[in-house]
C-alpha cells in the first residue's frame, strides 16, 4: 500500500492567496482527518470525515478554512485568503473503524505564507 | 475540554538506559489510547496503543495504563540513538473515531 499521500510537500505562497492542499487516503479506509501542528500549539484537530460525510469541522479556524471529500480517495483543504499565521505543516491522516489501529498520517504539508 | 499532558522535555537518557515518558488526560471516559513517534521533520507513526488498565509490552517498548488515575506511560528498554525523537501520547475521544494529541516529548538518547 502507496500510504496516505499529500500535496504538495511544500508550499510558499503570500498573504492573500488562495492555497489547496490535497489528500489521498489509504484505500479501504472510511475515516479521513485533517490536523495542523505547530510548535505552539501542536498537533490540534481540523476537520474529520466519515465514509466522505464532515462529521466535527469545530476545529476549522474560521469562515476562510474549507474541507472537502468528494469521493473516498480524495480531499481537500482551502485556505482563502491565506495568513500569515496559517504557516504550520498540515497532516492528513486515514484510519478504518477499528479499534486496535490508529491513524496512519500523510507526509504533511509544510505551508509558509510570507 | 478535553486535555492530553505531556512534558516537553527534552528527556536525556544514555544508551542503554530506560526511558519513562508519562501522559495525563481530562477525558474519564476515554477507552483508547496511542503513543506515536515523530521524527525531527517527518510525520507521526503508531508504535503502540493500549485500551485495557495495566501493562502491554511489544518488543522493547512497554505502554502502561491507569484509567483510575487517567495516566499513560511508555518505557522504552535498552534506549538506542535512533529512539532519538518526540513521543506523542494520543487520546481517542468518546464518541468519534478523533484523537487528541499531547504536545510531545523529546527524547535524547546519547551514545
Known amino acids: 500500500d502507496a500510504g496516505v499521500i499529500q500535496s504538495p510537500r511544500h508550499e510558499v505562497t503570500e498573504m492573500g492567496q488562495e492555497v489547496t492542499l490535497r489528500c489521498k487516503p489509504i484505500?479501504?479506509?472510511?475515516?479521513l482527518f485533517w490536523y495542523r501542528q505547530t510548535m505552539m500549539r501542536g498537533l490540534e484537530l481540523l476537520i474529520y470525515?466519515?465514509?466522505?460525510?464532515?462529521?466535527?469541522d469545530s476545529g476549522m479556524p474560521e469562515d476562510r478554512f474549507s474541507a472537502k471529500m468528494p469521493n473516498a480517495s480524495f480531499s481537500t483543504l482551502k485556505i482563502q485568503p491565506s495568513e500569515p499565521r496559517d504557516s504550520a505543516v498540515y497532516f492528513c491522516?486515514?484510519?478504518?473503524?477499528?479499534?486496535?489501529?490508529?491513524?496512519?498520517f500523510g507526509s504533511g504539508t509544510r505551508l509558509t505564507v510570507v | 475540554q478535553k486535555e492530553v499532558e505531556q512534558n516537553s522535555g527534552p528527556l536525556s537518557v544514555p544508551e542503554g538506559a530506560i526511558a519513562s515518558l508519562n501522559c495525563t488526560y481530562s477525558?474519564?471516559?476515554?477507552?483508547?489510547f496511542f503513543w506515536y513517534r515523530q521524527y525531527s521533520g517527518k510525520s507521526p507513526e503508531l508504535i503502540m496503543s493500549?485500551?485495557?488498565?495495566g501493562d502491554k509490552e511489544d518488543g522493547r517498548f512497554t505502554a502502561q495504563l491507569n484509567k483510575a488515575s487517567q495516566y499513560v506511560s511508555l518505557l522504552i528498554r535498552d534506549s538506542q540513538p535512533s529512539d532519538s525523537a518526540t513521543y506523542l501520547c494520543?487520546?481517542?475521544?468518546?464518541?468519534?473515531?478523533?484523537?487528541?494529541f499531547g504536545k510531545g516529548t523529546m527524547l535524547l538518547v546519547s551514545p
Open positions: 491522516a486515514s484510519s478504518r473503524p477499528d479499534r486496535v489501529y490508529g491513524y496512519t
Open positions: 484505500s479501504g479506509h472510511n475515516s
Open positions: 470525515f466519515n465514509n466522505n460525510v464532515p462529521i466535527d
Open positions: 477525558d474519564r471516559v476515554s477507552q483508547s
Open positions: 493500549i485500551y485495557s488498565n
Open positions: 494520543a487520546v481517542k475521544n468518546s464518541g468519534y473515531s478523533t484523537l487528541t
